[in-house]
């Protein structure tokens, strides 16, 4: 059975940092795009961070370039988003997915193209 489950959100306060962790099961990431997902109340499930299955190129939306990161350890079979300078416009329920299309295709086309889609973490930023 394909697997992906993330972990390590949680409530932060304004400017603060998480990693947030996205590990495989039952199958190889390798060679899949992996992007990170998420959806606040009330609004629509976007795309924020996807790397590459065949480098470690990365796309990530304007609202998170210059404080999240998107990486990956192939043998850990685990991606990571780093985020950093934490806002209260980042709370969401955030998700990772996998997917054989490319990188940014993926991010912005969602689960439609997904293979594999996590349960989610949520993430509160908040004083």
């Known amino acids: 059975q394909l697997q992906l489950v993330e972990s390590g959100g949680g409530l932060v306060q304004p400017g603060g940092s998480l990693r947030l962790s996205c590990a495989a099961s039952?199958?190889?990431?390798?060679?899949?795009?992996v992007g990170w997902f998420r959806q606040a109340p009330g609004k629509d499930v976007e795309g924020i961070s996807c790397?590459?299955?065949?480098?470690?190129?990365?796309y990530d939306i304007d609202s998170v370039k210059g404080r999240f990161t998107t990486s990956r350890d192939n043998a850990k079979n685990t991606v990571y988003l780093q985020m950093n300078n934490l806002k209260p416009e980042d709370t969401a329920v955030y998700y990772c997915?996998?997917?054989?299309?490319?990188?940014?295709?993926?991010?912005?086309?969602?689960?439609?193209?997904?293979?594999?889609w996590g349960e989610g973490t949520q993430v509160t930023v908040s004083s």
């Open positions: 039952g199958f190889t990431m390798d060679y899949y795009a």
């Open positions: 997915a996998a997917s054989r299309i490319f990188f940014s295709i993926f991010c912005n086309t969602g689960r439609i193209n997904a293979d594999v």
């Open positions: 790397i590459s299955g065949s480098d470690d190129s990365t």
